[in-house]
């Protein structure tokens, strides 16, 4: 796949960069010259139908950006996006195919793994989601008791989980078939627990997502809320369906409740919105219809992402700068700041979509990484932001932002404007003033008034928050961490660094079993710190 | 106040910390060496009543701790804090006393500031929330309608909300008074919309929180609200209260609503939790009492920080750790992960009280700060946070972690042992591990398995959730945060960086205003990129 003995790093145009970043230093090159410069907007901005990337306060020239579209070459984006589409095992490691994109083509087209199109599966599962979701809003499918499905409480963990969040939440005021959605993950009981106080169990539908079906969090809890379901007299059979593999132990029998969807080892868990995993609960909370817009956004944006040339592809061009901000600008964290409350689990999720993917410290063809790879992702709405952390974001510490911007919101606007504004301009005032601040900065006398500027920023706009632009929107920032991975040739789809952790898990797991199991079973042959927390646990609590 | 000239970083210890932190590259200091050390355990941790701080899975050694003692001596700590906690005028740039820590002293002693003892006022300010929200429990106080209150709405931004939203998640289990807590911040008219669709107008009470009254989007959201209760036919002025400096517009007439509750300049919005800003919306929510001892668990913590010696001293050791891996070992960020769900919404509390407080770049003398100073807070519970961003922990750029514990969970556990261990103590084991696998690391031929450990972590047990070890918490992260900026001599209270955002925003408000006032009024004189979103704004789409 990819060559032997390549290095990114070793290339003569990351070491043109590495120059290029110096040369930027420069007070010319500050950001508040370079915003002046005539036709900075329409040259350092791009439009994909309802989706407009605005670059032009970032800390990039002309040349920065033909030295990147140079990278980008070299390291032969174009030709590993499409043999991801096309489905080539890029998941070198662990020898998979990585088809999120294919959970959305709508093209007819086969895209075949080991000989196999994937595409009947997959067509299948959406009829299967079509089908059911449609049975239970019109009360075909529903409890044990006759009551309608009025609660889907998801059962799964990071990637299970936090798209579907996101999506549920940016597309709230479109959820309008009686359902409310709740997300049991963390294997802590006060997840659970306060779950209970806000479902009606006759009502509930359990979704248990988790492709192998062995993930300890996920049945753990599932096991929990199976027994609470038959504790309140219920058939909690008919209260569980399954998001799992095929042939998994979740995919038969009474585990699989009333109805398995599959889902592929060709998507993993982060990028796994648009499969059934998102599906399933979308669906029934938004109904399918809407569900399916969001894929045809997605699938829109997969389209520009494979086939646009570097300087017009949107993704593309925004890992570039990415990584021009990280490797040769030096920024270690990145804030992902919507101007609109329903996108308020976007940084949550990207988080996880980006710092799992990209956290890596070893290339496709194991060589350590001698430049930094994944930044830290972290967020939250403005104008909140800025009565939270944008202090930091001025006059400490400077990290670059994605700012988003939504034209039309989703509710029709009221009558107040207190200060002669609406509500919706007020949001906008501050959008744009917190770009043009970090870039522009302000000279003072005064010290504490004093503002440094050159703080590199971009924004998207949204024409509003459609299904369709939100499926824009996610299938943007997928393409957008798979750029960068495929630039630094680090493989964007395992995920080997949560290995340890559970390994030594595992054997706590054994001490503890022990320990319920005879009372007298000692931690002595454990490390000291790791006998004082297991102590602690069984005490119940803390020395006097 | 301070040393004239003083500057930290040009100081002897700071040399030494320096060349220390070179030392402390070598192998034989790499976590997993350190933690193996005989009476590690013992010898770096600490407790105090029900708080325990565990800091032996740091890249500390004696001599480290020694250097950094040494540090909080030549930067006076105990004095400043002692000057701080007695009413002297340590906001220096804002001329103001900072006495959040006087809001839950209950010694009977005076506080003066410029003659005059605060603790009357604030005592007032007490029994006035204990009996308001014991009238409204009993229905004394009721809506127009004369129907009970059972939502209440916390209008207000940043600091007005977000210590109330982390008290308020970590106490769910203990609201028992029928009442819903929510959270009108954004003057994003989604979040307006989104509370609208789960409130009941007639028993719902709005706490308007704004210090001055003039909160731009605080005084948007009041409105808007205020004219949808009229609109369904209430008496608006009978669904409020206003938390509000003593004169500001709020504290009068029709704009107080029903009561006005003062809270005052000499505490700011981020370290308000303890003030009549969480006091109001906690204690109709908790009840007064639970409130109460809240606040007793944070002023018992209080205590500790200003008695205790440097070596015994937890948030002073905590912040001197935080400054070691900052300013010496070069890591710039920070996440917080609490293993317990109820503490959701601590991470976001805490990036606000962080980031604001101590993202400056100037000293309390004026000098630049030559080495950095705040760091990016982030943070989600664990284990979600392990599926989610732990990938970059382990493999990634690292970054130093609090984890925190607690020992009993507020639910007692049911019977469910699935793998033979209860959720509660899953959650340990993988706690427990974290920390470890972080530390240790592994090798590994396989690079894509190879961990390099050294990755540095503290812990914090608690023994429960209650509403004094939540107080404990809060304060803790509170007195961390102000010996922090003591160290670097910087000014934790003032936040001029939020200001060249406002003023650009309000002359862009003006021009929203004249576009609004007259269509045609242009925006031709404004920079090309402004213009362009303005222009947005108004045609309601992007160019096609």
Known sequence: MAEKGFRISKTPVWKKLKAHAEEMKRPEYHLKQLIQEDGRMEGFSLKHVDFFYDFSRQ??????????????????????????????????????????????????????????????????VRRQMKEFSEKVHDGTVCGSTGKKFRHIVVIGIGGSYLGTEFVANALFAYADKGMELHFLSNVDSHNFETIKTKIDPESTLCIVISKSFTTVETMANAQQMKAYMTSCGLDAVKHFVTVTSKGSPGDKGKESGIETFHMFDFIGGRFSVTSAVGGVPLSLYLGYDRFNQFLEGAREMDIHTKYAPSPENIPLVSALIGIWNNNFLGYQAQAVIPYASPLSKLAPHIQQLNMESNGKSVTINNYEIDQSSGVIIFGEPGTNAQHSFFQLAHQGHPFPIDFIGVITPQYPEGGCRPHGVSNHQELWANLISQATALAVGKDSEEKTRFFQGNRPSSTILLNDLSPVNVGRLLAYYEAQTVYKAFIWDINPFDQFGVELGKTIANDLRREIVARNTNPEHSFGHMDEITRFYLERLFAGRLPL
């Not at 083509?105 to 000989?115: E, L, P, Y």
């Open 59 to 124: 800390r990039v020239t002309r040349k920065t950006m033909d030295l990147l579209f140079e990278l980008a070459k070299v390291a032969k984006v174009h030709r590993k996006y499409r043999d991801k589409v096309d489905g080539c095992k890029v998941n070198v490691t662990e020898n998979r195919a990585a088809l999120h994109t294919a959970a959305r083509s709508f093209s007819g087209q086969s895209i075949c793994v080991d000989g196999v199109n994937v595409m009947d599966e997959i067509d299948a």
